[in-house]
């Protein structure tokens, strides 16, 4: 037997789904045979599952990463209905919550996770997980799951993509948690809790990370790119030309290639393509659909009733067709497929898979990249995904405190991407020159009209302009002379937008103006540095209260080095 197929931890690790017929197995020293696959949980989920129940002792949330297809349905079912089962009283349950809408990926987890049984004290038991949609189930049953189920421990799967500050999960949870004091442990599991661990390391989430070790028989983003079997959707011929599906009504030469590649391999064989939208996926499958008189080929997609049909395991499916009929289909999805479900068996015959994401790093690899992870044994697939994406994607699963690192924000940042949907570039990283700046004071329109002691003292410098300039452009409004050091910013010009004003006035209140942000559009003439600023001195003026702050630059400025941000908008930073 294969050193993959790893001995149990005990007897209580061998399972079997509810409805499992006795049919075609054989009991063999205590291990469960069904059509020559082994029904167990390897020992790196085992290890997971540990690892979490160890930190739920002394953490109210934990934050599992495990890389994609890894085994973590068999690490929640071992954690659920073993470990934390063990000290449940009765009638205490897990709630087991998804946040992906796909239909296909609920049933999966009720089958692998609420109808399986587990064995305990020398007989099978049934399950304690109770599997749920965050929408609609969650949403319109928080308060009822948590007190009727008994809930003890909430397992929030592929949470970054539940995690929001508008989402179900904190408008029905996470609020009332932090808020009362409700009694329940959470473990956030994902390959991308990108926002969960974001917020950890600022401070702002109290709860234990765990990342598992990657085993080596695990064929993931990592051997994928080791074995350059990535074609860069970005670039794919080395002279930076991108990788399309269309030219307006036709195939491209670069997709036609592959889906003759493709097609033209022996045996049966699947073949996933992402479309942008609805008429790019229907005008896909019409047009792949005429290379039926030439090979054996359908299309399907579109909806999802055409995805379970390729996903299913009856005999009038197409898995059926392509595992028992060497035929050939290609799967065409749009947001489908995105993270959790596990195509099974069907990996071994998986042969071009077309990954048409490119700006997050967390859907451009939990995708179908994704979903032809795991533990099997088929390299002979043909990817074209972003490889700028997987190589970061490759990064964070080798150590994920790297997005703690400016080095690493700023390079994900200048290459383009973003983490996830709620953990955005807030700006890039740059040069730019910063200017010593002093504020002045404040001052009244009557303290021009009085000449006053304080403001002439400001002005017995004629390179930042004269009372002259000073009394046409306040008391006057006159705009400033083309070679005039002065510039203004006043509270009239801000009719239809106040809020933008306040905020200039404060800076001044608190001395904290960037000269050169407020007066950027006023550059030094042609023959000098264009970046370097002309004027010298700004007025941010009030017209209602009739006051005015002074603001001068007095020097030429240094080059200062901005660092990229990051903005989290998830629950975990509320």
């Known amino acids: 037997m294969e050193n993959a197929f790893n001995k149990l931890f005990d007897l209580f690790n061998i399972y079997k789904l509810n409805n499992t017929s006795k049919k075609n197995e054989i009991n063999t020293n205590n291990i469960i045979y069904k059509d020559d696959v082994i029904n167990q949980i390897y020992s790196n989920s085992i290890k997971l599952a540990n690892n979490i129940n160890d930190a739920l002792i002394d953490n109210n949330i934990v934050v599992a990463i495990a890389p994609m297809q890894f ?40 089958e692998s996770l609420e109808n399986r049984k587990f064995y305990f004290d020398n007989k099978w038991n049934d399950s304690v997980t109770h599997v749920v949609k965050m929408v609609p189930d969650f949403r319109d049953n928080a308060i009822d799951y948590l007190k009727k ?68 028989n695990y064929f993931g983003v990592s051997k994928m790119l080791d074995l350059n079997m990535i074609k860069d959707i970005n670039d794919f011929d080395g002279q930076g030309t991108p990788y399309r599906l269309l030219d307006k009504f036709k195939l491209t030469n670069e997709f036609s290639n592959d889906l003759d590649w493709f097609i033209n391999e022996n045996g049966g064989g699947l073949a996933i393509v992402r479309a942008e939208d609805k008429y790019n996926a229907n005008t896909l499958k019409t047009l792949i659909e005429d290379y039926s008189d030439k090979y054996e080929v359908i299309a399907v997609g579109v909806r999802f009733s055409s995805i379970k049909s390729v996903l299913g395991d009856d005999s009038f499916t197409w898995k059926h067709s392509i595992m028992h009929e060497n035929k050939k289909i290609v799967l065409i999805v749009i947001n489908a497929l995105s993270a959790g479900k596990d195509l099974g068996s069907l990996k071994n015959y998986v042969r071009l898979v077309i990954e048409t994401r490119k700006k997050m790093i967390a859907n451009g690899s939990q995708g179908l990249v994704g979903r032809i992870c795991g533990y099997h044994k088929n390299k002979n697939i043909r990817i074209i995904a972003s490889k700028n994406i997987l190589e970061n994607y490759k990064l964070l699963e080798d150590n994920i405190s790297i997005i703690d690192d400016q080095k690493f924000i700023d390079s994900i940042n200048d290459s383009g991407l973003d983490f996830s949907t709620q953990l955005r570039k807030q700006k890039k990283s740059k040069t ?3 200017y010593e700046t002093i504020v002045n004071g404040i001052f009244k329109f009557d303290d021009i009209i009085n000449k006053s002691k304080e403001l002439m003292d400001n002005l017995n410098n004629p390179e930042f302009g004269s009372y002259d300039e000073f009394y046409n452009t306040i008391i006057n409004n006159k705009k400033s002379s083309a070679n005039s050091p002065i510039n203004t910013q006043r509270s009239s010009k801000y009719k239809k937008n106040k809020t933008i004003f306040n905020i200039i006035w404060g800076e001044c209140q608190n001395n904290t103006i960037d000269f050169g942000s407020r007066f950027h559009r ?22 209602e209260t009739k006051q005015f702050y002074i603001v001068d ?20 930073n509320n």
Do not use: W
């Not at 068999?74 to 087991?96: A, P």
């Not at 508008?166 to 994902?190: Q, R």
């Not at 370097?532 to 003026?541: Q, V």
């Not at 941000?565 to 975990?572: L, M, Q, R």
């Open 432 to 434: 730019k020159l910063k």
């Open 149 to 216: 189920l008994n809930v003890k421990v909430i397992i929030f799967d592929e949470c970054d993509y539940g995690s929001g500050k508008n989402s179900v999960f904190n408008k029905n949870l996470f609020k009332l948690i932090k808020t009362n004091k409700i009694d329940v442990k959470i473990v956030l599991i994902s390959a991308t809790p990108y926002c969960a661990v974001n917020a950890i390391f600022n401070g702002e989430l109290n709860a234990k990370i765990i990342q598992t070790d990657t085993p080596e």
């Open 71 to 110: 085994g973590k349905t068999d690490t929640v079912h071992y954690l659920s209905n073993f470990l934390l089962s063990k000290n449940y009283e009765q009638g205490e349950t897990t709630l087991f919550m998804t946040s992906m809408s796909d239909s296909a990926l609920l049933i999966q987890n009720k």
């Open 553 to 572: 630059r007095i020097d030429n400025g240094s080059l200062i080095k901005f660092n990229s941000e990051v903005k989290n908008e998830s629950c975990y």
């Open 522 to 543: 006023f550059r030094a003439e042609k023959n000098d540095d264009p970046r370097r600023l002309r004027i010298k001195r700004g007025l941010i003026i009030n017209d």
